[in-house]
């Protein structure tokens, strides 16, 4: 998978609208490089099963979120995902911004199926 691939496809489709997020995996990092545009347009965030804990992961997100209101930011994490726990995103979302809830889920798989807190969250 190519980011700058999906980030241009994703621009393409999206249109001029105000948009809210749910990424999961890579696609954490594909909404980190949108956000980094600065176009303004997205409301509301959800970043599930993030896989990358790195400090340079970090300061990426770190750049991406600087004027993006943490109460409209969600993580969810399970806490036994196979490529980083909730403990370990915990942590490097507090190195990001300590303000960004991160929402623990009891499993040990990538897979994120939780819809209906999603739609909770997005209203």
């Known amino acids: 998978m190519s980011v700058k691939k999906e980030l241009e496809r994703i621009i393409s489709e999206a249109g001029s609208g105000e948009l809210n997020i749910v990424a999961k995996s890579v696609g954490t990092r594909v909404t980190m490089q949108f956000l980094l545009r600065k176009t303004n347009r997205v409301e509301k965030i959800i970043l599930c099963g993030i896989p990358t804990v790195s400090e340079e992961n970090a300061e990426v997100f770190r750049m991406a979120l600087e004027d993006f209101p943490a109460r409209n930011i969600v993580v969810f994490q399970n806490n036994k995902d196979p490529f980083a726990t909730s403990a370990e995103v915990k942590e490097f979302m507090g190195k990001v911004n ?24 997005l209203g």
């Open 98 to 121: 300590p303000e960004i809830e991160v929402i623990e889920k009891p499993a040990g798989t990538h897979d994120y199926p939780y819809f209906e807190d999603f739609r909770t969250i």
